[in-house]
């Protein structure tokens, strides 16, 4: 049995009745929390944290990424959507192998734990190597197989997806949660979509789906099929499996939205990824007040560039209020809720992370508060999403442990992490590499 104390911090629960606890303790026992406020449990403790001066948040949830294109950040840049995946990226990624997916992914896992994110939303190819990074680095994370129907093996894709969940789902002492995610409504036809959801439902897992990620989509699918996306794919059935998690969201009609809060669907928002594209403006305050479960995503490294969820919450706020006019739309805390609870609500997750509570695991991040830009604190919420940074983020717990240290990863050897990643990426790109047939 371990135990293990945070003395101290500024806790900002998240709970459903918003508190935020100065001064307060909370402490930690195999991975849960057991206690969060004043006077701890009288106890041993076999590691002491101070906290003071500190911010202490739900670990940060990264709701949709492509994690493993760390190796391709800033290779394909200002380019519109399509012609980025059709000219750029795909070409790409047909000379990835399984071991570059390996690096690529413990480099965004090492950024992303840097920064405060705790768990990651997923979709790649080789997803037993993305298991690997995660296994190794401490994160925690949902992962999900890409699917395109394109492919002359998307059958077989499909099947080594199911064999996959059905082997890690709940691996890594519960970090790994595996979900099929079939790539879009214009990549995957119904007939392997229907295989998909029967696929899903004999695994008993989550969907992950890109879906009105652009006006073209939208127009697209209602020309093929006389319904939008999200109404094909409510038609299809994709709706029945729970949870299903629509990446980008960005073109909704007023029937959509009702239909993602009449059937659970929730939504990753990722404002970087849809303004460098050109996307467009979800209707996230539109989804809010439906109580549809909205997280933030950061796309892909390829399509954002970082992998900053604060950064996101920030944008989110901002995005928002210029886009509607309106300074009260989408406030700090609700940017910080879709950072954290929101998104572990979108990915079914809401049991476990996203808020500080006795009974939920222990993952944390810790945010000092003692920078010049975070000074004088008249309000920490808004301070968070406002004016911190990612490197603000000092202390992280993934389940108890503490994966990093005063700001350094303490799982895995960042530089070689960093040299390994850098020398795939020259050999992605020195055209030595075969492509894999389509």
């Avoid at 945070?6 to 606890?21: F, K």
């Avoid at 006795?358 to 830009?373: C, I, S």
């Avoid at 000074?375 to 490197?391: D, F, I, Q, W």
Wanted: net charge negative.
């Amino acid at each position: 049995m371990s135990r293990l104390l945070i003395r101290g911090a500024t806790v900002i629960t998240m709970n459903p009745r918003r508190e935020i606890l100065p001064g307060a303790n909370i402490a930690v026992e195999d991975g849960t929390i057991l206690h969060v406020g004043g006077e701890a449990p009288r106890a041993e403790f076999d590691h002491v944290i101070d906290a003071d001066g500190h911010a202490a948040l739900p670990g940060l949830v990264n709701t949709h990424t492509h994690a493993a294109m760390t190796l391709m950040r800033g290779y394909a840049d200002d380019m519109p959507l399509m012609a980025w995946l059709k000219k750029k990226i795909w070409p790409l990624e047909r000379r990835v192998q399984p071991e570059d997916v390996y690096w690529g992914t413990l480099l965004a896992c090492v950024e992303m734990l840097q920064a405060g994110v705790t768990t990651f939303n997923d979709m790649y190819y080789a997803f037993d190597e993305a298991a690997r990074a995660v296994q190794e680095s401490g994160i925690r994370a949902c992962l999900s197989g890409v699917l395109l129907g394109f492919l002359s093996t998307a059958r077989q894709d499909l099947a080594d997806a199911v064999a996959f969940v059905k082997e890690y789902d709940g691996a890594a002492d519960g970090r790994i949660v595996a979900m099929l995610g079939p790539h879009a409504p214009y990549t995957v036809p119904d007939d392997l979509m229907r295989a998909v959801i029967e696929g899903a439902r004999d695994a008993g897992v989550g969907i992950h789906i890109h879906l009105s990620e652009t006006e073209t989509e939208v127009k697209d699918s209602l020309k093929a099929t006389g319904l939008t996306p999200i109404a094909h794919m409510d038609r299809v059935g994709l709706f029945e499996i729970h949870p299903v998690l629509a990446a980008h969201g960005v073109h909704l009609t007023d029937g959509d939205l009702d239909i993602m809060a009449r059937k659970n669907v929730g939504m990753a928002h990722c404002p970087g990824s849809n303004m460098k594209l050109a996307s467009g403006v979800a209707r996230v305050p539109e989804a809010l007040k439906r109580k549809i479960a909205v997280g933030l995503g950061t796309d892909g490294a390829a399509s954002n560039n970082n992998l900053d969820v604060l950064e996101e919450a920030r944008l989110a706020a901002l995005l928002h209020k210029v886009q509607s006019g309106d300074p009260t739309c989408v406030t700090a805390y609700q940017a910080l809720e879709m950072a954290t609870r929101g998104g572990a609500r979108a990915l079914g997750l809401e049991d476990r992370i996203g808020m500080i509570a006795p009974g939920m695991q222990a993952d944390l991040a810790l945010v000092d508060l003692r920078r010049p830009h975070l000074t004088p604190l008249h309000n920490v919420v808004s301070h968070l999403v406002y004016s911190a940074r990612a490197g603000d983020v000092r202390t992280v717990l993934v389940n108890g442990r503490v994966v990093v240290r005063e700001g350094r990863v303490t799982t895995v050897d960042e530089d070689d992490v960093m040299a390994q990643a850098n020398r795939v990426a020259r050999e992605l790109n020195s055209g030595r590499r075969k492509a894999r047939p389509v």
